[in-house]
């Protein structure tokens, strides 16, 4: 359990409540402002975090780690994710029910080619505050800059997602409200993976699952291997067997769609010890 969960869920998993997704951009100018000036100033946030992160790795490690202790705590407040597995996007989609595809801000501002795999998702349709917010960029791959997708259509191009290896994950605009489902890996520019993985400074929870693979099932084809987006997979040396890293498995449940003998499957993560509050620090 997640400290989302805890404080936005209930105890359950924090972004299948409904009232994650309930609320209204017309009247809600905090938000507002925030999701438009989020797209508007990703650039110039990225380069300036960026800079920094590097900056703060060359400190001595007391500092450092406190550096990225505060880091991770500012960011959720405003914007923080985590990843979901294609089942429980599933389930978000009966909860926002308005789901538009938009251009990605992290493959614009590094150069990677976008194929229109983040979506937009709320409970009601906020095009004009996309159009404000995404004003300066260009349209959009394949289609106009906002097309909006019926719950089939969304479903269908996760799982063309998943064929090419990206993880699902969802992110808050002003904590806890989610606005967004990106779909996204570190070769396609994703800047959350590569703040939470490569800079080790979380800006996104592990999952709520874990994979396992079914040795008796698995042929060792290191298909699964290549279609994990966090490297935590690779073939045993001796029964030559799909091997699932626990701490490095984020639970997204790409692999799964790797495997045509369906040797994966995600289980519940092992809860941490009874009174411990998981904190993203821990979870990362």
Same mark, same amino acid.
């Given at each position: 359990m997640c400290q989302f969960c805890v404080q936005h869920g209930d105890g359950k998993a924090w972004y299948l409540e409904a009232s994650t997704y309930a609320y209204d951009l017309d009247s809600d100018l905090k938000r507002r402002d925030y999701l438009v000036d989020f797209v508007q100033d990703f650039g110039k946030n990225r380069e300036f975090a960026? %800079?920094?992160?590097?900056?703060?790795?060359?400190?001595?490690?007391?500092?450092?780690?406190?550096?990225? =202790? #505060?880091? %991770?705590?500012?960011? !959720?407040? =405003?914007?923080?994710?985590?990843?979901?597995? #294609?089942?429980?996007?599933?389930?978000?989609?009966?909860?926002?029910?308005?789901?538009?595809r938009i251009p990605c801000p992290c493959r614009y501002e590094?150069? =990677? !080619?976008?194929? &229109?795999?983040?979506?937009? #998702?709320? %409970? !009601?349709p906020i095009d004009r505050y996309l159009d404000e917010a995404f004003k300066d960029y260009e349209v959009g791959p394949d289609t106009t800059k906002f097309q909006r997708l019926t719950k089939a259509e969304a479903l269908a191009l996760l799982r063309r997602a998943e064929d090419e290896g990206l993880m699902h994950s969802v992110w808050t605009f002003v904590t806890p409200f989610v606005g967004a489902i990106c779909n996204c890996s570190l070769e396609a520019g994703c800047m959350a993976m590569r703040i939470t993985v490569e800079h080790e400074t979380p800006i996104m929870f592990k999952g709520h699952h874990i994979a396992h693979a079914d040795l008796d099932a698995c042929t060792g084809c290191a298909e699964c291997v290549e279609r994990c987006p966090f490297e935590a997979i690779a #073939? &045993?040396? &001796?029964?030559?067997?799909?091997i699932v890293d626990?701490? !490095?498995?984020?639970?997204? &449940?790409?692999c799964r769609s790797a495997c045509e003998y369906d040797a994966l499957a995600l289980q519940d993560r092992p809860a941490p010890a009874p009174g411990i509050l998981t904190s993203a620090r821990a979870t990362a």
């Open positions: 960026l %800079t920094n992160l590097k900056r703060l790795e060359r400190l001595p490690a007391p500092l450092r780690d406190l550096g990225r =202790s #505060i880091a %991770t705590r500012n960011m !959720k407040v =405003s914007h923080f994710g985590q990843p979901v597995p #294609i089942e429980e996007c599933e389930q978000i989609f009966d909860l926002a029910t308005s789901v538009v590094s150069g =990677s !080619k976008d194929e &229109g795999y983040c979506l937009a #998702i709320t %409970t !009601k #073939i &045993g040396p &001796g029964h030559k067997r799909a626990a701490e !490095k498995c984020y639970g997204c &449940g790409v």
